[in-house]
């Protein structure tokens, strides 16, 4: 039985690493994906329907777009043979067009099936993203590539974390 944060742990490889295939260990076939987006410098449908469409929308074509891309989850790791969880999470990574450095937080509300812990429903809520110039992303995936990956504690997120204003922003929100 693959328990809940085993799950996380595939769809965290699969985003950042372009590897739909790995969806197959982190959602059921028909689970479902719903977006609040509190910011307009990101856009994803609200709804999906199905495994290969969730694949197709934060994988697939998230990849042709985006980079280097660190996604990490924020605070406790979800305990076992648990079914719910939330969590914070962080992304760093740079945009192919330009090389401009992405920095975004939000919240991930998880539910499992309780059976195989495989993923029935996931609400991500975008909080932030902001677009830097691409003279920033060396320093900014620098800082990312050191954090614990993918489950990253709050207080880890202030370690050497660069001194740009949107980067020490962000670590503020993300360890209140």
Request: hydrophobic fraction near 40%; aromatic fraction near 10%.
């Amino acid at each position: 039985m693959t328990e809940l944060k085993g799950s996380i742990e595939s769809y965290i490889l699969a985003k950042d690493g372009n590897r739909p295939h790995l969806l197959t260990d982190a959602f059921a076939r028909d689970a479902s994906l719903a977006m609040t987006m509190k910011t307009a410098a990101i856009a994803f449908p609200q709804e999906t329907h199905g495994r290969d469409a969730i694949a197709s929308v934060l994988v697939s074509e998230f990849a042709l777009k985006y980079e280097n891309v660190y996604t990490f989850c924020v605070g406790a790791v979800p305990a076992a043979h648990q079914s719910e969880f939330s969590c914070d999470w962080l992304v760093c990574m740079t945009e192919k067009a330009t090389g401009a450095a992405r920095v975004g937080y939000g919240r991930y509300e998880w539910t499992s099936d309780g059976q195989s812990s495989r993923v029935t429903r996931l609400h991500i809520t975008i909080e932030d993203m902001v677009t830097l110039a691409a003279e920033f992303a060396e320093s900014i995936l620098r800082w990312a590539s050191r954090l614990p990956y993918p489950w990253c504690a709050r207080d880890a997120l202030k370690q050497d974390a660069p001194d740009i204003e949107t980067v020490q922003r962000v670590v503020t929100q993300l360890t209140r």
